[in-house]
C-alpha cells in the first residue's frame, strides 16, 4: 500500500475537519460564514468541535496541527477568510453550499447536473456571495460551490468557476428556473448546464464534441 505524505494527510484532514465544523455549526444555528461575516467569537465553540475531531480521529488531528498549528491558529485563520472566501481559501479546492435540508451527497446522484458559471479571479468572491446566499435562501438548487485560490492540477488556467447544483436534468422547467434566478442575480450571459452522467463518464469540452445539456 502507497504510503501517504504527511502534507496530503493534512490536506484529507482538513476538508474532514471542515465538514464536520459546518455540520457541527449548522446544528447550533449559524453558518460558518455567517459567523465569520459578522465578526463573531465562536473561538470556545471551534475548539470544542476541534477536540471532538482530534478525539474520534487521532491521526488526523496530529496531522492538522503538525501542518497548520493548533487550534488558535487554524481558528485564525478561518476568521481571516480560509473556507469562507474564495480568494482567501488554500487549503481545500472547493466551499460547498448546500441548500437547506438537502442530504449531504445529493449533488452526486446520477441524475443531477449544474449550471457553470466562469469567472476571473478578481470577481468570483462578489459573485459566490450571491450565489451562495440564494442558495442559503433556498432560491437556487439544491447546492452550489467554487473554486477557490488552491492551485488545482485539473485546471487549464486561472479561471474560476461557480457550479449551480439541481437534482433532475430531466426536469427542464426546474433547470430553467434556476437559470432564470442566476439571470436576476446578475449572471446575464450564456450559461452551459451539464449533467452528472458527462461528468462521471470523464467527458469535458473538447472540439467538436458536445457535453452542455442546456445552454441559456
Known amino acids: 500500500m502507497e504510503e ?34 459578522a465578526g463573531t467569537d465562536f473561538e470556545p465553540l471551534f475548539t470544542r468541535i476541534f477536540t471532538k475531531f482530534s478525539e474520534e480521529y487521532p491521526q488526523l488531528g496530529e496531522a492538522l496541527i503538525h501542518r497548520f498549528g493548533g487550534p488558535s491558529a487554524i481558528y485564525q485563520s478561518i476568521c481571516e477568510g480560509e473556507g469562507v472566501v474564495p480568494s482567501m481559501t488554500t ?20 441524475l443531477a447536473g449544474k ?5 476571473p479571479p478578481e470577481e468570483v468572491d462578489a459573485a459566490w456571495v450571491k ?5 442559503r435562501r433556498n432560491e437556487l438548487g439544491i447546492s452550489a460551490k467554487v473554486s477557490t485560490a488552491k492551485p488545482n492540477p485539473d485546471s487549464r ?6 457550479y449551480v447544483y439541481t437534482p433532475d436534468w430531466r426536469d427542464e422547467a426546474d433547470v430553467m428556473r434556476v437559470r432564470e434566478c442566476l439571470r436576476e442575480l446578475g449572471f446575464t450571459d450564456r ?8 461528468t462521471f463518464k470523464g467527458e469535458y469540452s473538447q472540439k467538436g464534441k458536445r457535453v452542455t445539456f442546456y445552454s441559456a
Do not use: H
Not at 488556467?157 to 461557480?162: A, P, W
Not at 450559461?191 to 458527462?198: C, D, F
Open 115 to 119: 449550471w457553470l458559471i466562469f469567472l
Open 191 to 198: 450559461l452551459g448546464y451539464k449533467r452528472n452522467i458527462e
Open 157 to 162: 488556467d486561472n479561471t474560476k468557476v461557480i
Open 4 to 37: 501517504v505524505s504527511p502534507d496530503e494527510l493534512a490536506d484529507v484532514a482538513y476538508g474532514l475537519f471542515e465538514v464536520m465544523l459546518n455540520a457541527e455549526l449548522e446544528n447550533c444555528g449559524p453558518y460558518l460564514f455567517e459567523l465569520v461575516e
Open 131 to 135: 450565489v451562495r446566499n440564494a442558495t
Open 91 to 110: 487549503r481545500m479546492y472547493w466551499i460547498v453550499q448546500d441548500a437547506p435540508e438537502v442530504q449531504a451527497d445529493a449533488i452526486e446522484d446520477e
